[in-house]
């Protein structure tokens, strides 16, 4: 099984640069988009439902911002959207897929730069999230969870780590939370198979042609419990993948 995670930064630009086309074929089984600023209701039904898939859908109270999708060849068991907390789930982060021996987490966790109201935000977010999937676990439910996670882990995980430690993204506070993650039993699934791989990035600023020369970040990721983990047998960034500021990330699962 193989599932990708994309930040597509708005599904109907995707669309109108080939996310159709990529989807026809790269084929995963699933994909997590998140950022789709749309809702159903805005889209052709060859968006909502492409040939081969369904899509599940978090829709957010404000039109063009936000927003999740998991597209699936294989029907879940269930689904449902949000955390159950409503000043997150105002916003539509989260979509989760019941795939019987496992629940798929497609998340666009937020970010904190705007203000420090907003970065406060991003922290609790993170806080309640990981209270929510370590429940799930503990009840007997694996979890995996992928998507934008607005934060770069560590000094690999980005192109100048020296110039961004005061910046929300790279700040101290937020890399602890992914520490305090990585402690609670869950693994990096791209730093699994390649701990030491430099330049590495999924996410370039569009403003400054970043990606031309390869100054980025890596903020998409796949956490997958440490129960689940010999079960993965690959990870990988297709950052040739254009179409939005980031590009696709993918794990394969047995």
């Known amino acids: 099984m193989k599932i990708y995670s994309w930040n597509v930064n708005g599904i109907r630009a995707a669309v109108a640069r080939g996310f159709l086309t990529w989807l026809a074929t790269a084929k995963p089984d699933v994909v997590c988009l998140q950022e789709t600023k749309a809702a159903r209701g805005d889209l052709s039904d060859s968006v909502i439902e492409p040939p081969g898939y369904a899509s599940y859908w978090a829709e957010g109270q404000r039109r063009g911002y936000s927003g999740v999708a998991t597209y699936s060849r294989q029907a879940p068991a269930g689904w449902y959207a949000g955390l159950g907390i409503e000043h997150f789930d105002a916003d539509a982060r989260v979509v989760v897929t019941d795939f019987g021996d496992f629940e798929l987490y497609n998340v666009y966790f937020p970010n904190g730069k705007a203000s420090p109201e907003r970065l406060k935000f991003k922290l609790d977010f993170y806080a309640a999230f990981l209270e929510q999937v370590d429940a799930r676990v503990k009840s007997g439910h694996p979890v995996i969870f992928c998507g934008d996670v607005n934060t770069a882990h560590k000094d690999i995980d980005l192109a100048r780590p020296k110039e961004n430690q005061m910046i929300s993204g790279f700040l101290p506070e937020e890399c602890a939370c992914l520490d305090t ?27 400054t042609r970043a990606r031309d020369r390869n100054i980025g970040w890596r903020l998409d990721y796949f956490f997958v419990h440490e129960s689940l983990i010999k079960r993965v047998k690959g990870a990988g960034i297709d950052s040739d993948v254009l179409g939005a500021d980031h590009c696709p990330v993918w794990i394969e699962i047995e």
């Not at 699994?192 to 370039?204: G, I, L, M, R, V």
């Open 181 to 207: 993650w990585v402690e609670h039993g869950w693994v990096d699934s791209f730093r699994q198979f390649y701990p030491d791989a430099p330049e590495a990035y999924s996410w370039w600023s569009m403003r």
